[in-house]
């Protein structure tokens, strides 16, 4: 399963993006589908993450800023981010949970990442 990614770019403090993110292959059903962040000079870290069935969690920083959705007959993602601010700038990556058709193991997938910057 390749995952991809777009939305990224310069926005000023304040200001909004739509991250969207594709999973393409066959043969497979997602688990649920998220965003992770890397800011400069840190760890990767949870932005939000949204199943399947709806259920959605998101990192304490961006709770009320951003929501995240799934159309699961596209295997598409979107981050909504909302009064972004200079401390969101990061690389976002898009990440899935998926398993084959009648399979029980779960794999992991990640895109490539899609630069955000808030600029202040």
């Known amino acids: 399963v390749q995952l991809q990614a777009s939305g990224g770019g310069l926005v000023q403090a304040g200001g909004s993006l739509r991250l969207s993110c594709t999973a393409s292959?066959?043969?497979?059903?997602?688990?649920?589908m998220g965003w992770y962040r890397q800011p400069p000079g840190k760890q990767r870290e949870l932005v939000a993450t949204?199943?399947?069935?709806?259920?959605?969690m998101y990192a304490d920083s961006v709770v009320g800023l951003s929501a995240i959705s799934m159309d699961n007959a596209k295997k598409t993602v979107l981050l909504q981010m909302n009064g972004l601010k200079p401390e969101d700038t990061a690389v976002y990556y898009c990440n899935a949970r998926w398993q084959y058709y009648g399979r029980t193991f779960v794999r992991t997938s990640w895109g490539r990442g899609t630069q955000v910057t808030v600029s202040s």
């Open positions: 949204v199943s399947s069935g709806g259920a959605t």
């Open positions: 292959g066959t043969g497979f059903t997602i688990n649920d």
